[in-house]
């Protein structure tokens, strides 16, 4: 019966991504599917987080899956989403499985510093070899086709919602499973005792490694479907305030569960848009104080309240079927 009662919050949060853009106005639909788009560049660095590190260079995948839509968009003519998707996440990941070489033999400020260096060498290539990116002006691009086919103008924004949702369900049930394999595991024992996972049998680098690579394409990933929902590409998608972003939004959602960097992900990019809108001039230092509530009073991230609640709701309704 324990095991039962923990699907219905899943569930309903399912149902209602599922039926937003039916309710929902229009710009609401394009926060979401930015925050869905993000939310698994959040996953991304939540894998590292988990085990006690922290990567500002994250944003480098998240730019060469944009920036394969951008080339293909502008250089090819093609624009399509399908085919795009997966071509952006392995380019990234064969990204990450070159650079991850190297990262895996450090830890710390090092891994930290050196992921931001390699990071800002991507940005500083966007802007040097503008005949080729567009410099600072960018890519602009086109709507999404899916196998050819081009959805009716009414409902370009919802089709390519439920696109993203599939996309980020499908990264989810990846990540899940990565999480539970020994990998996993030893990953998220590093953080704690890494001659632990020596005496175990199994390689630290190996593990960093492959962690590298998996979180690189996810970033990849995100980075296709952010292009596509955002419309325009520019070199700030590699950029280290773009990677900042990113742990922040997963110290503010809670990184040690999956649905944490989501709950941070929408909670950030909808406090960003009101923000923006009704305190333009200080909506950074407006998030800058939410987080330092958050991390003075939810250490573990929104995530903590959300189950403190719901274990407070259960262990109370437990005790009213026992009485």
């Known amino acids: 019966m324990a095991g039962t009662r923990r699907w219905p919050a899943p569930m309903i949060a399912l149902a209602l991504f599922l039926v937003a853009p039916l309710l929902a106005p229009g710009w609401i639909v394009f926060v979401l599917t930015l925050a869905l788009a993000k939310f698994m560049a959040v996953l ?44 952006g996440a392995v380019l990234a990941a064969g990204v990450a499985a070159l650079v991850g070489l190297i990262m895996a033999r450090y830890r710390g400020v090092f891994f930290a510093m050196l992921n931001l260096g390699v990071s800002m060498i991507l940005y500083a290539g966007l802007l040097k070899f503008y005949w080729v990116t567009g410099g600072t002006d960018g890519i602009g691009v086109r709507s999404p086709t899916y196998l050819g086919l081009a959805p009716p103008r009414e409902v370009l924004r919802t089709a390519f919602y439920y696109f993203t949702l599939v996309l980020a369900g499908m990264a989810v049930y990846i990540v899940y499973r990565f999480l539970a394999s020994p990998v996993g595991y030893f990953m998220k024992a590093l953080g704690d005792n890494e001659v632990r996972i020596e005496y175990q049998g199994e390689s630290v680098r190996r593990v960093m490694y492959l962690t590298y690579v998996l979180s690189g394409g996810v970033a990849g990933l995100a980075g296709v479907l952010a292009a596509f929902a955002v419309g325009h590409i520019v070199p700030e998608y590699a950029y280290w305030a773009q990677s900042g972003e990113f742990v922040f939004v997963a110290l503010l959602g809670g990184y040690g569960t999956v649905p944490g960097p989501l709950i941070g992900s929408l909670a950030f990019e909808f406090l960003r848009t009101y923000a923006s809108k009704y305190m333009p001039e200080a909506w950074q230092a407006t998030l800058g104080v939410i987080m330092l509530v958050i991390i003075m009073f939810l ?24 009485g």
């Open 44 to 87: 991304a660095v939540a894998l590292f987080l988990r085990g006690g590190l922290i990567s500002f260079g994250h944003a480098l995948f998240y730019a060469i899956g944009a920036y394969a839509v951008g080339f293909a968009v502008k250089w090819l003519g093609v624009a399509d989403a399908v085919l795009l998707a997966p071509l």
């Open 299 to 322: 250490p573990g991230g929104l995530w903590t309240f959300y189950a403190a609640v719901a274990g407070r709701a259960r262990r109370k309704s437990e005790g009213l079927a026992r």
